[in-house]
């Protein structure tokens, strides 16, 4: 445990960019031409299929860690 560890969202029910982690798993921004942070592994299952995946995050200073428009840490 960091202590900065959001939930992260079903792998299944991620869009197939963010599952990829070509985008970001909270905002969805585009992380092809950014140095993305690693979220850590979303998980899930397809029958028997385990579909747990890593995926990534917004570096400091782009998209939801940059303005923070959808999520405020704390309150
Ligand atoms: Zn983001």
Known sequence: MTGETRELPPAIELPRARYSGWACVWCGASLRHVLA???????GY?????????VSQCPPGYGCEGRSPYIKEGS
Do not use: N
């Open 37 to 43: 942070v690693p979220a850590g592994r979303a998980t």
């Open 46 to 54: 397809v029958g028997a299929h385990d579909m747990s995946t890593e």
